[in-house]
C-alpha cells in the first residue's frame, strides 16, 4: 500500500507527525523522527522568550495540563544553530509558528521561507500566552487575516493549528481554508486549572492547556465537525496513544495524525502508533487511506 500523504506541496512518507512542544526539534531521537511522516517544532516566535515560571507540567488522572508559554530561541538562533540540522533529518520538518500581533506570523513566515523547512503549523491556539495565542484563534476574522498574511508570504505548505476553546472550529477552519491555508490541525490543549493541596493554582503561568487521553472524545467530535464543513485536509490531535486512536482519527476525517502527550511518557510512541497502523493497514489489507479516512460518517453516524 502507499502510505504517503500530501497536504499542500508536501509529501509525508506516513501520516504520523510528533506534534509541537513534545518532541523538542526531533533531534534528540533522529532513530524516530526518521522514520515518522514529520515532526512540528516546538513553536517559534520572533523574540526569543524564557516562557512561564515552574511549575510547567501537572499530571492527572486523564493525561497532563501545560503551562509552558512558548519558550523557544527566537526564530534567528532557530535558523542558525536549529535548522542546520533539522535539515539532516530524513522526515518532513514543519516550524510551529506563533506571533503577539497578526503581523509578526507574515514576518516569521517570510524570514522561515528560505531556510530548508518544508511546512509552517500556523499557531493560532497557544492556551497559555496573554495576547495573541487561542485569543486569536477565538476569532475566524483574525484567523482569515493570520493565514492570509502567511500565505502571502510564502509558497510552503500552510496549516493552520486551531484552538476548540470557546469557539466552533468550524467557523476558523472555514476561515483558514478561504484564506488559501493547505490544512488545518485540530485540536490544540483545552483550557485547565489544577489546584494544589492548599487550593491555589499549581501551574506557575496559572491556568494550562489540557492534553492526553482525556481529550480524544472532544478532538474526534471535533474533527468530525470540521470535516464535514471543510475540503481541506484535517491532521487530527488529541490524545492519542496508540495505533487504535490514530485510526479513529482517520475515521472521523483526519488525514494524518499527532502524537504529543504519549511522547512525553515515551519518546517512541509516535513510531510505535505508525508501527501499529501499518500492522494493521497490511492484516486488513488496506489498499489506501482513503478506505479508512471519514468512515465514521460513510457508515451512517
Ligand atoms: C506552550 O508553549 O505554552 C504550549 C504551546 C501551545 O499549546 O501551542
Do not use: H
Amino acid at each position: 500500500m502507499n502510505t504517503t500523504v500530501t497536504i499542500g506541496r508536501t509529501t509525508f512518507a506516513n501520516p504520523v507527525l510528533a506534534a509541537s512542544g513534545t518532541f523538542e526539534f526531533g533531534l534528540k531521537f533522529p532513530a524516530v523522527a526518521n522514520r515518522l511522516g514529520g515532526v512540528v517544532t516546538k513553536a517559534i516566535t520572533l523574540q526569543p522568550r524564557v516562557g512561564n515560571p515552574p511549575p510547567r507540567i501537572c499530571e492527572f488522572p486523564g493525561g497532563i495540563l501545560n503551562s509552558v508559554g512558548l519558550e523557544n530561541p527566537g526564530v534567528e538562533k532557530f535558523c542558525t544553530e536549529v535548522v542546520p540540522r533539522t535539515a539532516k533529518l530524513k522526515c518532513r520538518v514543519l516550524v510551529n509558528i506563533a506571533g503577539f500581533t497578526v503581523e509578526e506570523y507574515g514576518e516569521l513566515a517570510a524570514r522561515l521561507d528560505s531556510e530548508p523547512v518544508d511546512a509552517f503549523e500556523v499557531n493560532v491556539s497557544c492556551p497559555n500566552v496573554r495576547e495573541g495565542g487561542a485569543l486569536f484563534g477565538q476569532q475566524p476574522q483574525v484567523v482569515e487575516a493570520i493565514t492570509t498574511l502567511v500565505r502571502r508570504r510564502t509558497a510552503k505548505t500552510v496549516i493552520v493549528k486551531l484552538t476548540a476553546n470557546f469557539v466552533d472550529p468550524v467557523e476558523t477552519a472555514k476561515a483558514a481554508e478561504a484564506a488559501g491555508a493547505d490544512g488545518v490541525t485540530l485540536i490544540n490543549t483545552l483550557f485547565g486549572l489544577a489546584l494544589d493541596e492548599n487550593g491555589r493554582p499549581f501551574l506557575g503561568g496559572r491556568t494550562g492547556g489540557v492534553s492526553g487521553p482525556a481529550l480524544k472524545p472532544f478532538a474526534l467530535f471535533c474533527v468530525d465537525r470540521v470535516a464535514a464543513a471543510v475540503k481541506i485536509p484535517i491532521v487530527g490531535c488529541g490524545g492519542i496513544m496508540d495505533s487504535a486512536d490514530a485510526f479513529d482519527f482517520l475515521s472521523a476525517g483526519a488525514r494524518m495524525v499527532q502524537v504529543g502527550t504519549a511522547s512525553l511518557v515515551n519518546p517512541e510512541a509516535a513510531l510505535e502508533v505508525w508501527a501499529g497502523m501499518k500492522e494493521c493497514a497490511a492484516k486488513n489489507r488496506l489498499t489506501g487511506w482513503e478506505q479508512i479516512v471519514g468512515r465514521a460518517r460513510r457508515r451512517g453516524g
